[in-house]
């Protein structure tokens, strides 16, 4: 079944991936029907000044010119955390900042606390996923991508764990792997294929299903992609 709150980001994705601004919302109502998916991506209005970040991006900042990178840190070479129970306390609040430097610096503390303390994350997970959710469906490149490789490490981390709370992701990283910004849809498919690898194939090909049949031809693509990957392993057991 999938859940509600993944329901309410299904709706239709045309061909021109026209983008809604209400989508950021969640208002979404039409029920999925395997034919429907959301592509919940907000318009972005170009400020006067603008920053160059890593990849080619520009974000808004506002009336003032700055310079500014942000580095896409890969997992072997995130470092462990120097006081994790900090870090747990203000985990969430960091997700769910207006900042999006903070929320960037959170959701890459999410992925050192999966690799290197997911045990001490463990019962967060409930209240932490949504938030993750969140950030991939935010309009800014940097958050949108750090939160793409954050759900890699949590599949790798907590393997069938997540499979209450796969649905939301899995659209939105079916939606990001479809888009045409290269180094998005690329983040994303690294994370398609750290969700095959690491959550069992009897648990994720129902979830992979009603995407196979969706109107949107890249969606059924990167779907049919991943249940391939899958059914090999299912076979394997």
């Not at 490149?141 to 499979?163: H, P």
């Not at 992701?169 to 998005?184: N, R």
Request: charged share 25%; glycine share 4%.
């Amino acid at each position: 079944m999938m859940s509600g709150n993944a329901l309410r980001d299904l709706n239709t994705l045309p061909t021109s991936e026209r983008k809604n601004d209400n989508s950021s919302k969640g208002n979404f109502t039409k029920p999925f029907n395997g034919n429907t998916i959301q592509n919940d991506e907000e318009n972005q209005k170009k400020s006067p000044a603008s920053i160059h970040i890593n990849g080619g991006e520009t974000i808004n900042a506002g009336v003032e010119v700055a310079n500014l990178e942000v580095e896409y840190i890969e997992s072997e070479n995130l470092s462990d955390l120097e006081d994790v129970d900090a870090c747990l306390k203000k985990l969430l609040a960091g997700l769910d900042s207006k900042d999006w430097v903070l929320v960037v610096e959170s959701l890459n503390n999410v992925r050192r606390l999966s690799i290197f303390h997911k045990q001490a994350m463990h019962s967060m997970l409930g209240d932490l996923i949504p938030l993750v959710v969140k950030s991939l469906k935010n309009p800014r490149s940097a958050v949108c991508k750090t939160a793409i490789m954050t759900s890699a490490d949590i599949f790798s981390a907590y393997n069938d764990d997540l499979i209450d709370s796969l649905d939301p992701l899995l659209v939105q990283l079916l939606l990001k792997s479809s888009q045409d910004k290269k180094f998005v849809c690329e983040a994303a498919e690294r994370a398609l294929e750290a969700m095959t690898a690491s959550v069992s194939a009897m648990s994720l090909l129902p979830k992979l299903q009603p995407y196979l049949k969706n109107r949107n031809p890249r969606i059924r693509a990167k779907a049919s992609m991943c249940f391939s990957r899958s059914v090999p392993r299912l076979v394997g057991k």
